[in-house]
């Protein structure tokens, strides 16, 4: 078995044993966060990142250009759930970044709170990413907003959060389900809405829109960069 340090992406390896998965190195060693496999190399933990379980992930797989996370980065994550996607986020960051996590359903948040115990970079906000205000008294300017929450108006959303808290030159990321904002549509004209919707503020330019199928069809991952 080997591991190796992404060529580009900082945090983020490779194992290779006989296959090659994505991993990123825990900094909560002996927590698990879904039922990802760990693996012990050279006194470091390592945790496999899922495709099927992650569009981040899934992104990374399908050769997405920018990843804008690495140590020190601060995040607002809107549709953060139990925190699948954001403990390997978290892991990328390191202590010395942060991830402010919007989520609506009490459910999921319970799971996460215990999840931000042991990963103190991680803070969970029970609230509706639709009302940014409620928690501007807590986010701060951050360089990366990241929005997974599968809502027919995810756009609105993205751009309403970007305008308040993300920094001039900061990456607006959006995980985008087709059927959510329209069934009837193929997906390639609803990724096209979602960046007339978001580009046409006149703020905001999309960098690159990476197709997740097969880990997770009639997905795309977004990425704009705020001007
Ligand atoms: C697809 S799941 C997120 C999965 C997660 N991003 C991951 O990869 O680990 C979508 C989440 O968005 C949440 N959500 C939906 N509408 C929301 C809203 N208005 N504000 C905050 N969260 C919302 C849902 O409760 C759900 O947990």
Partial sequence: MRIKEDQKFRNLFWIVDGKKQLAT???????????EIVRQIKRE?????????????AAIYKGLKNFPF????KVLYLGIASGTTASHVSDV?????????????????????GVAKVRRNIVPIMESARRPQSYSWIVSEVDVVYEDVAQPDQASI??????????????????????????????????????????????????????????DPKHAMMVFRKL
Avoid: C
């Fill in 25 to 35: 190195k825990s900094i909560a060693p002996g927590h698990r966060v879904y039922d």
């Fill in 45 to 57: 933990e390592y945790r496999i990142w899922n495709p099927y379980r992650s569009k981040l992930a």
């Fill in 70 to 73: 690495r140590r020190g980065t």
């Fill in 93 to 113: 960051i390191e202590d010395d970044g942060i991830i402010f996590g919007v989520e609506i359903a009490h459910r999921v948040l319970r799971d996460l709170l």
């Fill in 158 to 215: 993205l751009v309403k959060n970007a305008d308040i808290f993300l920094r001039k030159g900061g990456v607006a990321m959006i995980a985008v389900k087709a059927s959510s904002i329209d069934v009837t549509l193929p997906p390639k004209k609803v990724y096209r809405l979602v960046e007339k919707e978001v580009t046409s503020t006149g703020r905001y330019k999309l960098l690159e829109t990476v197709d997740l199928s097969p880990y």
